[in-house]
């Protein structure tokens, strides 16, 4: 960080420049709130409960349709990486499935499932599903056939292989596709929650401005940053503890 | 990724399955055992589908919002790669900006859009302006990553006959960091994809989006898929299309 | 003539390089060495002595902390026209978006801006002096190592050069093709007569191509030995190798360089 500071002091001019204009008399706009209305309403809406508890929602939301994705990606992946019947069978529909706009699915979902948490979390799970079930098959095909083999020559069973060899040398790719979809996952809780029902951040972003309460509504959104922005971090010093041994090598996906 | 089947006849499971889940949602909607007025019969909805492309009505929007999104997409791409080769190539240029940029990095595009509309209305403009901040990250960060790992040889080599810095960006940074921040370009495509249609639908003014919540606010169930499908070849054809772009200029990399 | 034979002279005077950070490492201080015009000067070295950025400074790719290199009598200051540099890997050289022709036409086009049929008969030529010309719609990576290196040759002459530094070219090639291409260098530096500076850890190579040769010693390096092969030209694989002279002075310096530091003196020249 230290050799960052000309990038910090950025930061904070930026932001310096954000209250004196308003605060000077440059930008007269309710849309525009001096940043210092932002961090009050911030602290307020910590304070009182209110912002927390509807992050939380989101959060708890997030979380279960994230895990379901998860858990069903990394079972298909690993499915398909082993056995090539159920490759050719799975995959075509996955890749046809792949590029749909998850924007796009939520209304249809909407008349099947309803407004409420439900219909959120098949979107955030099927949304979550595709960056995990392509890196989990990238890992998996990537484990050398060569350490394949050798537990093969040493009589080692087909479950204790999975185990040992397959599972450890595909965790790097497997987890990769587990933080890229950390992030997707948390965009389409947002959208879900902006299109459907009155729930979470999502919904309260778009009623504040509906409502032109500019301060609370950028509040939300710094709180929501700082919350993927963790959320990311914790993931990432998780990932180094479980694959620290794998980081010199290179993780080939999407950032 | 498409990969050509080794026969066609390894197509054959995949296509079966398809259309044996085609042909359960048929059966299920048509004999009662789901809602037909939520999950109406795939033949339905390909019928609508057909409706909607020969009457043409498909046409408006679909350019309303390829030509949004080609717009902002091209706009933070460019962007994108501008900065990250700055960055990539002067370590001053990155101290200053990464930390910026790490900070807006986070959030949630989707998130800026309330606040988009407050300052820029509901217009084109306005998404143009999501779309470019969305695609401008992947990108950023891919090329400042490729523009690191340009090999210090290739520049020297190209010091040794004579070009200069600005020529060695243009002519030899550039090229071989390609293969990165394409993949940034296509992260990028996506959620500039998702990004557009989030827009549309929540102004409401035009757009495929547009369209498809229209047509969900006024409970047309089958229109609503009908316009799904619509979306769904969208994104198709967008990646498809970059595959084949991505191919063609970068058809070196794979091999060294 | 004399202007001319000027022109390729190389002089390295009181040469220094540093590389700073929280531990200085000084590679080298107060080296000389004059390039005569037109000889095959060879640089032998033990690995980490600093040879190949002695070359990069001589290039002007890395900046001298002291001393200067001239050529032609004049300082020289970033990488001069009619100096080319051939890179020990090849393939990091070449740029692999382009084909060995286009490869070619980048390295001379930007300073002699030929028209486009120009440039791909220029380029054809000296794609033809290394016997590449079949190669010259392909792309690097399509071809062998000791290809690509040869490209990379003929990429080097097209730039009409006065001087051609090498940094263990032939390194990363097996030894038969290391001999092939000890012959194409040496049959085009009697054509040309650029002036040579090789640097290299093989001292079979370094005798066998050139009029001298220079070991250096470990760091702070500095010039330790500098003979004359005395040997006939032209040189050829087998006999040259078995030639009495190139025996002794093989084992000279073999010895010189495979003594243990503490023994090894540094005699500056």
């Known amino acids: ?255 | ?256 | 003539m004399n202007s001319d034979a000027d022109e390729r002279a190389l002089r390295i005077d009181a040469l220094a390089k540093t590389f700073g950070g929280k531990q200085p490492v000084m590679v080298f201080e107060g080296l000389s060495l004059d390039v005569r015009a037109g000889e095959f000067l060879s640089i032998v070295g033990p690995s980490g002595c600093g040879k190949s950025t002695l070359l990069q400074v001589v290039a002007g790719l890395l900046p001298a902390s002291g001393g200067r290199v001239l050529l032609g009598g004049r300082d020289v200051t970033g990488a001069p026209a009619h100096m080319v540099y051939l890179f020990q890997q090849y393939s990091k050289s070449l740029l692999p978006w382009m084909t060995v022709e286009d490869n070619v036409i980048f390295a001379f086009n930007h300073r002699l801006h030929l028209g486009a049929r120009e440039a791909r008969e220029r380029s054809r030529e000296h794609l033809a002096m290394v016997g590449l010309q079949e190669s010259a719609s392909a792309y690097p990576w399509q071809l062998s190592g000791g290809m690509q290196q040869r490209v990379a040759i003929a990429r080097a002459l097209s730039a009409d050069p006065k001087v051609l530094l090498m940094d263990e070219p032939f390194s990363s090639v097996d030894a038969l093709t290391r001999m092939e291409l000890h012959a194409l260098i040496s049959e085009l530096w009697e054509r040309k007569r650029f002036t040579t500076v090789l640097v290299t850890h093989d001292v079979d190579e370094a005798i066998f191509l050139a009029d001298r040769v220079a070991v250096l010693s470990r760091r702070p390096a500095t010039i330790a030995e500098l003979v004359a092969t005395e040997l006939s030209r032209p040189r050829r694989a087998v006999e040259t190798y078995e030639d009495p002279r190139f025996l002794a002075l093989r084992h000279r310096l073999l010895e010189r360089l495979l003594r243990k530091p503490e023994e090894l003196d540094a005699a500056p020249r």
């Open chain 2, 1 to 256: 990724m498409q990969r050509l089947a080794k026969r066609w006849t390894d197509l054959v499971p995949g296509a079966l399955f398809l259309l044996a889940i085609l042909a359960l949602i048929e059966f299920a909607a048509r004999t009662g055992l789901v809602n037909a007025a939520v999950v109406p019969p795939p033949t339905t909805v390909a019928l609508v589908f057909a409706h909607i492309v020969t009457t043409g009505v498909f046409v408006v929007p679909v350019l309303q919002t390829l030509g949004t999104l080609f717009t902002g997409y091209a706009a933070g791409c460019v962007a994108g790669i501008a900065c990250g080769v700055l960055m990539g190539s002067f370590r001053a240029a990155y101290n200053l900006f990464e930390p910026l940029t790490e900070m807006v990095r986070p959030i949630p595009k989707p998130a800026l859009l309330p606040a988009l509309m407050l300052f820029l209305g509901l217009g084109s403009t306005m998404k143009i302006t999501l779309v470019a901040l969305a695609a401008f990250f992947p990108v950023l960060v891919s090329t400042v990553q490729g523009t690191r790992g340009v090999d210090v040889t290739m520049i020297d080599m190209a010091r040794t006959f004579g070009y200069g810095p600005a020529q060695i960006l243009w002519k030899i940074v550039l090229p071989a960091a390609a293969p990165y921040f394409a993949v940034g370009m296509r992260v990028s495509l996506g959620i500039s994809l998702v990004v557009i249609v989030v827009a549309e639908m929540l102004t409401t003014n035009g757009g495929v989006g547009g369209a498809l919540i229209e047509m969900q606010q006024q409970f047309q169930v089958r229109q609503t898929y009908g316009w799904l499908v619509v979306l769904a070849l969208i994104g198709f054809g967008l990646n498809a299309l970059f595959a084949w772009a991505e191919r063609r200029l970068t058809f070196w990399s794979a091999a060294s």
């Open chain 1, 1 to 255: 960080m230290k050799t960052r500071a000309s990038g910090v002091v950025l930061v904070i001019a930026l932001l310096v420049v954000w209250e004196g204009s308003v605060r000077l008399g440059f930008v007269q706009s309710s849309n525009w709130p001096p940043f210092s209305a932002v961090l009050a309403a911030l602290y307020h809406g910590i304070v009182s409960g209110e912002l927390l508890s509807i992050i939380g929602s989101s959060m708890w939301r997030m979380l279960r349709g994230y895990a379901l994705g998860s858990a069903l990606g990394i079972s298909v992946g690993v499915a398909i990486a082993l056995a090539r019947p159920v490759r050719l069978t799975l995959e075509p529909t996955i890749e046809l499935l792949r590029p749909i706009p998850i924007t796009a699915i939520v209304p249809p979902l909407i008349f099947v499932l309803g407004l409420d948490d439900r219909l959120k979390v098949i979107c955030i799970a099927f949304a979550t599903f595709f960056p995990v079930v392509t890196n989990t098959i990238s890992g998996v095909t990537a484990v050398d056939a060569t350490y394949l083999r050798v537990a093969r020559t040493f009589g080692i069973p087909r479950a204790q292989t999975i185990r040992s060899v397959i599972v450890p040398a595909a965790l790097p790719y497997i987890l990769a596709g587990l933080r890229t979809s950390l992030a997707i996952a948390l965009v389409v809780t947002v959208i879900a929650e902006m299109l459907a029902g009155d729930q979470g951040i999502g919904h309260y972003l778009l009623s504040m401005q509906y409502a032109l309460r500019a301060p609370e509504m950028y509040s939300a959104i710094i709180l929501l940053t700082l919350v993927a922005y963790c959320l990311n971090r914790l993931f990432v010093l998780w990932e180094n503890h479980v694959i620290g041994w794998a980081r010199s090598r290179e993780v080939h996906e999407a950032p």
